[in-house]
């Protein structure tokens, strides 16, 4: 047992408690509780959204992945990058204008209200959508964090799991969206210390010991020191496309990330914010993709039983316990930041979305925000039940999940922002599409060949245009009206 870690963690996680706590005494209006209410800086919004979009799976899944692939790995992490500046520097302004225009507080919100017609049957599925695949990233968050408290303390998964599920719904419950942000800022700056000193430690340890990244990553296998993966042509192009389809879930159909976008409170901030994340991910994914590299290198020849537990075992092999316990504190604000804002993505859908839109009941503010605890405890213990049952492993679960909700809604909010033509039924069938053709995407050995991340952001793509074009949106009156006037005012010149 390392005592100094495990005080270092206890002391970690009364801390982020203590944020949580100190905002629930605020008193707070349901806008304030869901989106922050115009009120958090740019930068901490940033923060707040790389912690939130780089989970368990990052420290976790991806180590472990550039672990058993190599060189090749990194188109995930190109792929993302692109994504997240693209998000950042073309959405993101958008996001938060279009928010105050139609006066929303969630993207199904927005979409319901841009498309007012079908608004209740764009609410309702989307938040099935929504409930539906969060349920289980969720649940692959708490997962992480049993693994991690299990290589750390050997305390048993069920033990972590259960601890980490106290901590995150205390938070999510207590403090809502500015809890969250302000004990995001604080577990991103964490993830980022891990991310950049991990490597430079490993680094110097195999600089002083001769060893060689290069030829410890040729000597893993024979297509570990390519960029392509040792494969040409059709086949290249696959392995690239399903890399590298992280990407599509960045363009705005993420619930927990567009919520920042939505939160910043003028362009000023917006830069700001762009700035912030841009470098924080740089500097994430190379020293993720890093770790992955060096433990090749450091541990050549060694079995892991789980090489999602690569980045802890190296955290305790190469500090000391008073080091390791901050570096490993850094996975547990991965987890936490990112299940506290999945809570309160399916807490927003159902009591913004279905309770007062999609079915009009009248409550109080109060009343809202305790709705909104009330779900957050819920959908906690339905994602709790997933983690304890399911046996996926973090990367490929939050895979599934990045493209039931990210690459589904994503050509939702590209049309919507970009093209004219879009209407309430386009977005209906592209919700549907989607859903539908993730789910029966990784139920078949399609998965294996090519990522349901590509394929469904194309499908619901494609289902989106061609609806749009059949069912085309009629004009309001109003709408009517300002067109004629205009045409006579161009006459009349």
């Excluded at 296998?221 to 690239?240: E, K, N, R, V, Y």
């Amino acid at each position: 047992m390392h005592t100094t870690i495990l005080v270092e963690f206890i002391l970690y996680c009364l801390a982020m408690v203590a944020i949580g706590y100190y905002f629930s005494r605020k008193e707070m209006e349901h806008s304030d509780f869901l989106i922050g209410g115009g009120k958090l800086p740019g930068w901490a919004l940033a923060f707040s959204e790389r912690a939130t979009g780089e989970s368990a799976w990052l420290l976790l899944g991806y180590t472990g992945f550039v672990f058993m692939t190599g060189f090749s790995a990194i188109w995930v992490g190109v792929g993302i990058g692109l994504g997240v500046a693209f998000s950042w520097l073309f959405l993101a302004r958008r996001f938060m204008d279009e928010a105050k225009k139609y006066n929303v507080m969630t993207l199904p919100g927005y979409l319901a209200a841009r498309f007012e017609s079908k608004g209740k049957i764009i609410l309702w599925l989307a938040t099935i959508l929504i409930g539906s695949f969060m349920m289980f990233y969720f649940g692959a968050q708490i997962a992480g964090a049993g693994k991690t408290l299990f290589t750390v303390f050997g305390i048993k998964p069920l033990t972590g799991i259960l601890i980490s599920f106290a901590i995150v719904i205390a938070l999510s419950y207590l403090g809502g969206f500015v809890g969250v942000v302000w004990t995001d800022m604080i577990q991103s700056v964490m993830m980022l210390i891990t991310l950049v000193g991990l490597p430079i430690m490993a680094l110097i340890k195999i600089n002083s010991e001769g060893l060689s990244v290069m030829d410890a990553v040729v000597a893993a296998g024979p297509t570990m020191d390519s960029w392509t993966g040792g494969l040409t042509g059709f086949a290249l192009g696959i392995l690239l496309f399903n890399n590298f389809a992280w990407f599509f879930g960045f363009l705005g159909g993420q619930p927990q990330l567009s919520a920042r976008f939505m939160a910043l409170k003028d362009k000023k901030e917006a830069r700001t914010g762009a700035t912030v994340a841009v470098v924080w991910v740089i500097l994430a994914y190379v020293g993720a993709f890093l770790i992955g590299l060096t433990a090749l290198t450091l541990y050549q020849g060694q079995a892991f039983a789980d090489v999602e537990t690569i980045l802890p075992f190296m955290i305790l092999d190469l500090f000391p316990e008073w080091a390791a316990g901050i570096l490993l504190a850094g996975i547990l604000a991965a987890i936490i930041s990112t299940a506290d804002s999945q809570l309160l993505v399916i807490t927003s859908s159902a009591s913004e979305d279905i309770i007062r839109n999609a079915l009009s009941i009248k409550l109080t503010e109060k009343q809202l925000v305790l709705v909104s605890r009330l779900t957050i405890v819920g959908a906690g213990i339905v994602g709790l039940m997933i983690a304890l049952f399911s046996k996926s492993l973090v990367y490929l679960v939050v895979g599934w999940a990045w493209a039931g909700v990210g690459c589904t809604l994503s050509p939702a909010i590209i049309l919507t922002f970009f093209w004219k033509k879009y209407s309430g039924a386009g977005v209906i069938a592209t919700i549907i599409s989607g859903f539908v053709s993730t789910v029966v995407w990784i139920s078949t050995p399609l998965e294996e060949i090519i990522s349901s991340r590509f394929t469904t952001f194309f499908i619901a793509l494609a289902f989106g245009i061609v609806f749009s074009l059949l069912f085309p949106e009629k004009q309001t009156t109003a709408a009517k009206d300002e067109k004629e006037i205009s045409a006579e005012n161009a006459i009349n010149v």
